[in-house]
């Protein structure tokens, strides 16, 4: 039996170790799945602080509980180091590191080539390795298994590659981990098999497809579709300002169509580490093939230009009253991307706020999730938001809909409110003040 073909009784049996590298918000939530299914998983990252606190059962990703984590650290399952040197201990290993853009918005593969390279300087026969970063189709096969093979070893037989793309949504209370199915394809049908054998055990289903490059597709096409999509919606607001209508009760109203329509929502831009970044991975890769990726250049155009018109309308808004930005107090509720998270990476507010500053307004910002904040050279504190804070700003400009914000407070107590996000649909009282995008 082929060291491969012996992993299958080692993951049947729980005796597979599993190996994380990248104990973000993706490897974290994975690294304590596998622990829980009962495997010995070791996670890998550069970042010591964060291996402290996984070594010491404290949780810094907000889907996982301390507690979960301390059970598994406990029980023996579950450790992290920074030593790579330990890689050949893993029989499966997952690459969950970041997949950025460079500042000229092209791919940004280093953290994944150093990644790579580092499982390639100590592959031994037997490893599968799994891509798990979302990334342009053929980094797999193009980038992936030549690094690999680089060691001498040889794909099929001494060692399994696959990807099988993360589709976690951080904050997500309906769909954790298991709830969304694993898709996987593997680079020959044994790596698919294994793959999808490994997941089995913590995914209620996998999906295989017939190739690396499948899947890494399936990705893109996700999150460009909610990135199109959201770029629609953000146009239909841009529509509905000129023609003088609430564009939320236009999608409200075609959203109780049951069929041919799904709801997409307008906002002051996107954010995440996902859906602003990921389809110009695909729209790079197809630059190098003559193809140009039309719907995705227009997308980002709409839903890059959303913070300009967010600070466009604040500037309107104050100025109906004599008020200039420059030196107004602007209040921003809420700076992580997206409501319940503490994540501000590519945030809109982080736009928003650096072009008021530009414009000399006097910001502050209240967020339940996000304690500090540093937008170009300038450190910023949350603060609460008290009546007296509430009161004493020109403007409260909502950009994230947090649901700990009590919103009727909020209209009850500040001048002005520019609503970004449609928060302050179900409040009654002080609606004249609100305007929305
Ligand atoms: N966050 C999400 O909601 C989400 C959802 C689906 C897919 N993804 C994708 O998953 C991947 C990881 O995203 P994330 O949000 O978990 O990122 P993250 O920044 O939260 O975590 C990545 C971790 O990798 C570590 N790291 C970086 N380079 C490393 C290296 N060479 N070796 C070891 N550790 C290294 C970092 O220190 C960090 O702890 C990305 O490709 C992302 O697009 C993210």
């Given at each position: 039996?082929?060291?491969l073909?012996e992993?299958k009784?080692?993951i049947?049996?729980?005796?597979?170790?599993?190996?994380?590298?990248?104990l973000?918000?993706?490897g974290l939530?994975?690294?304590?799945e596998?622990a829980?299914?009962?495997f010995s998983?070791v996670?890998f990252?550069l970042?010591?602080?964060?291996?402290r606190?996984?070594?010491?059962g404290?949780?810094?990703?907000?889907?996982?509980?301390?507690?979960?984590?301390?059970?598994?650290?406990?029980?023996?399952?579950?450790?992290?180091?920074?030593d790579f040197a330990?890689?050949?201990?893993?029989?499966?290993?997952?690459?969950?590191?970041?997949?950025?853009?460079?500042?000229?918005?092209?791919p940004?593969?280093?953290?994944?080539?150093?990644a790579?390279?580092?499982i390639?300087?100590?592959?031994?026969?037997?490893?599968?390795v799994v891509l798990?970063?979302?990334?342009?189709?053929?980094t797999?096969?193009?980038?992936?298994?030549?690094?690999?093979e680089?060691?001498?070893?040889?794909i099929?037989t001494d060692?399994s590659?696959?990807?099988?793309p993360?589709r976690?949504?951080?904050?997500?209370?309906?769909?954790?981990?298991?709830?969304?199915?694993?898709?996987?394809?593997?680079?020959?049908?044994?790596?698919?098999?294994l793959?999808?054998?490994?997941?089995?055990?913590?995914?209620d289903?996998?999906?295989?497809?017939s190739?690396t490059?499948?899947?890494?597709?399936v990705?893109l096409?996700?999150?460009?579709?909610?990135?199109?999509?959201?770029g629609l919606a953000n146009?239909?607001?841009?529509?509905c300002?000129?023609?003088?209508?609430?564009v939320?009760e236009?999608?409200e109203?075609?959203?109780?169509?049951?069929?041919g329509?799904?709801k997409?929502?307008?906002g002051p831009?996107?954010g995440?580490h996902?859906?602003?970044?990921?389809p110009?991975?695909?729209s790079w890769?197809?630059?190098?093939?003559n193809f140009?990726?039309?719907?995705?250049?227009?997308?980002i155009d709409?839903n890059?230009?959303?913070p300009?018109?967010?600070?466009?309308?604040?500037t309107e808004?104050?100025?109906?009253?004599r008020?200039?930005?420059n030196?107004s107090?602007?209040?921003?509720?809420?700076?992580?991307?997206?409501?319940?998270?503490?994540?501000?990476?590519?945030s809109?507010?982080?736009?928003?706020?650096?072009?008021l500053?530009?414009?000399?307004?006097?910001i502050s910002?209240?967020?339940?999730?996000?304690?500090?904040?540093q937008?170009?050279?300038?450190?910023?504190?949350?603060v609460?938001?008290?009546?007296?804070?509430?009161?004493s700003?020109?403007?409260a400009?909502?950009?994230?809909?947090?649901?700990?914000?009590?919103?009727e407070?909020?209209?009850?107590?500040a001048?002005r409110?520019?609503?970004?996000r449609?928060a302050?649909a179900?409040?009654?009282e002080?609606r004249?003040?609100?305007?929305?995008l």
């Amino acid at each position: 039996m082929s060291r491969l073909e012996e992993l299958k009784g080692r993951i049947e049996s729980r005796e597979a170790k599993i190996g994380v590298i990248g104990l973000g918000y993706v490897g974290l939530p994975l690294a304590v799945e596998f622990a829980k299914a009962g495997f010995s998983v070791v996670g890998f990252d550069l970042d010591g602080e964060k291996v402290r606190a996984v070594e010491a059962g404290t949780s810094y990703i907000e889907d996982v509980r301390s507690q979960d984590l301390a059970e598994q650290k406990k029980a023996g399952r579950l450790s992290a180091t920074t030593d790579f040197a330990k890689l050949p201990i893993a029989d499966v290993i997952n690459i969950c590191v970041p997949t950025p853009l460079t500042r000229t918005k092209d791919p940004d593969v280093s953290h994944m080539a150093k990644a790579i390279e580092d499982i390639a300087r100590r592959l031994r026969s037997g490893q599968l390795v799994v891509l798990g970063s979302t990334t342009y189709p053929g980094t797999t096969s193009e980038l992936l298994i030549p690094m690999l093979e680089s060691s001498g070893l040889t794909i099929g037989t001494d060692f399994s590659v696959a990807f099988a793309p993360e589709r976690i949504d951080p904050g997500n209370t309906k769909f954790g981990v298991h709830d969304v199915p694993k898709v996987v394809g593997g680079e020959t049908p044994l790596c698919t098999e294994l793959a999808s054998q490994v997941y089995k055990t913590i995914f209620d289903q996998v999906v295989p497809v017939s190739s690396t490059a499948c899947a890494e597709m399936v990705k893109l096409l996700e999150n460009t579709f909610r990135a199109i999509n959201i770029g629609l919606a953000n146009e239909v607001a841009l529509m509905c300002d000129r023609l003088d209508l609430d564009v939320w009760e236009v999608i409200e109203a075609a959203a109780t169509k049951p069929y041919g329509f799904m709801k997409f929502l307008p906002g002051p831009g996107l954010g995440g580490h996902c859906i602003p970044v990921d389809p110009s991975y695909l729209s790079w890769k197809m630059k190098s093939l003559n193809f140009s990726a039309r719907f995705i250049e227009l997308a980002i155009d709409v839903n890059t230009s959303m913070p300009r018109h967010v600070t466009s309308k604040i500037t309107e808004l104050l100025n109906e009253d004599r008020l200039p930005v420059n030196g107004s107090r602007v209040l921003i509720l809420g700076v992580a991307y997206k409501p319940d998270v503490g994540d501000v990476r590519e945030s809109p507010a982080i736009d928003v706020i650096e072009l008021l500053q530009q414009m000399g307004a006097d910001i502050s910002y209240h967020d339940p999730h996000v304690s500090e904040v540093q937008i170009e050279d300038r450190g910023y504190k949350s603060v609460d938001l008290s009546d007296d804070v509430l009161g004493s700003c020109d403007i409260a400009v909502i950009v994230t809909n947090h649901s700990a914000i009590d919103w009727e407070r909020v209209v009850a107590r500040a001048p002005r409110i520019f609503d970004t996000r449609n928060a302050t649909a179900g409040v009654r009282e002080g609606r004249e003040r609100i305007r929305k995008l």
